[in-house]
């Protein structure tokens, strides 16, 4: 599949952006975070403009942005619907959210927090799904695929949290959990690519023409002389060529440094934890990207299977 | 609303069955296709640079060839490939704006163009690449069986059919209700073991393709050496010889 810049980049944004709320919403009722409203009122900040420009940068792939507002309709059979539909509520309780932080109201915090929490996970679990429930695309059509979604937006959020709590002196426990996530990230990413490794194609040239009775089949002629949608969008396998380095990149850049950094964060303390905390979020940004660029670049389509193995 | 119908039993399953044995690649129910649908219901079809090089443009129809097997058993296969129509279509159920969706009366799979927003999605669904965007109009375009034909009064009964079908000069497609085993096109399907595209993925095609037919039991005699034209023998007495013996 061709990586779309406009979905990397909102899939990531938004991914680190509710998983920014949902952690807030969480451990701030539980008092583990610092005191202070400013810092809760950042960190909320910080998480709706992620989500905010994620979701902008999702419109750019629409052919017809202006008529974005028809997608919230088709909420009963289609997960892109129920992710834009999800995406809209969760802003509800996420205002009410950042004004009861910003103000210390302590009574409208707690629920609406945890309305926020709920709302991001459920949002980001549909996107997840949008993959997942595709089944010509094996690489997406995964078990895994969904749970790696709430993960990596999970892991990217409190790392995100950890540096702006080490900033406010408290950021014991988020760069605790940001260390775990990425450890565990560490090893869900790897675990997913042994798998779909492992995983022949469901669907093969002779399947795709019925002709596997008669032998092995091969494409003589393309319908085309030039390229078309199909396999501009859907035969793009440039990214396979360095796939092997892009996956340690993406491992080393997204999960292992990150994890590593929110160690010494703990360990070190002080000034040395701050400039170790922007790193480390810094760095599972920019390592998700890869990974998200990868998702795309990896994903085989069955259109494929009809035309000449394409470069 | 990109929810399915219920299926009833008995409905109708419009769709087409495509004669891999006959069908010779020549292209013209693409062209046609192209033609007739450019100023159909779901027009343009718009074409990208069409005078120069890297022209391209959207297709409902494309005839791609394959070679099966090996030695005497080998085939040659031209294979035209195009929506099939499918009982239960991903690419409706996942369009978020309710601009795809099935038709309960026949089956036909469409887009509303007004509706769509062109995120796509369709395409990503579908096994069997379907749709395909048109770039100017920024909405998805797919095949609509030729809803604007099958049903058109003003043209003749017989013609009825979609424009791939009406234009094949080799009868390799068929068009009819597969919903109907009574149909001319079920029991085509019946008698030639008519089998849909990738099963494996669940979305229950309704088209169906003809198997090409086993070859004949070639004769394995060496071919007769044709012998020289009675106009190229020169000679007189070689061209009476040759006129008597070839009696």
Redesign the interface.
Known sequence: ?KPAPSIIFFTVASGAGYGLLFWLGVLKPLGILPASSMFSATAAIIALALITAGLCSSLL?????E??W?????W??????RE?VAAVLTFLPATVFLIALAHGENALMVPSGLLSALGAAVTVYCTGM?YA?????KEWHHPMVAPGYLLFASFSGVSLLAMLAIFWGGGFFPALVAAALGLAALMFKRAYWASVDATPA??T?E??????????????????T?????LR??AFRVGRVHAAKLRSIALLLGFALPALMFCLAIILGGGAAMVLGLLGAASAIAGLLVERWLIFAEAT???AL??PTQR | ????PTPTPGARKLGLVID?DTCV?C?AC?TNCKEWNTSGHMAPLPDHQPYS???????FN?????????GD?????H?P?SCMHCETP?C????????SYKRAEDGIVLVNTD???????C???????AR????D????KKCTLCVDRIYNETIPEDRRVPACVSTCPANARHFGDLGDPNSDVSKLVAERGG?????????QPVNR?L??RKASSQVKTAPKEAGPLPSQITNPLLRWMDKVLSR
């Open positions: 599949m792939h629409l052919g017809r942005p008529r974005a028809r997608a919230l309709s088709q009963r059979s289609s997960w892109l619907s834009g949008i429930s595709l089944k010509p695309i469901g669907s040239r399947s795709a023409t019925g002709l596997g009775f008669i032998g092995k089949v091969r494409p003589l002629e393309s319908p085309h030039e390229a078309n949608y199909l969008e859907m389509h069955t259109v009809y035309y | 609303m990109t929810s399915l891999l690649g292209h693409a090089a890297a022209q391209e443009g959207v297709w494309r005839v791609h060839a394959y070679e099966a097997g090996d058993e080998g085939r040659t296969v294979f490939r991903a409706v159920t996942v369009c978020p704006t309710g601009a509706m769509c927003i062109g995120c796509q999605l395409a990503w669904a579908c096994p069997y690449g395909e965007l048109d770039e109009q920024g909405v998805m089998y849909e595209l990738m099963p494996e993925m669940g979305y393709y198997p090409p």
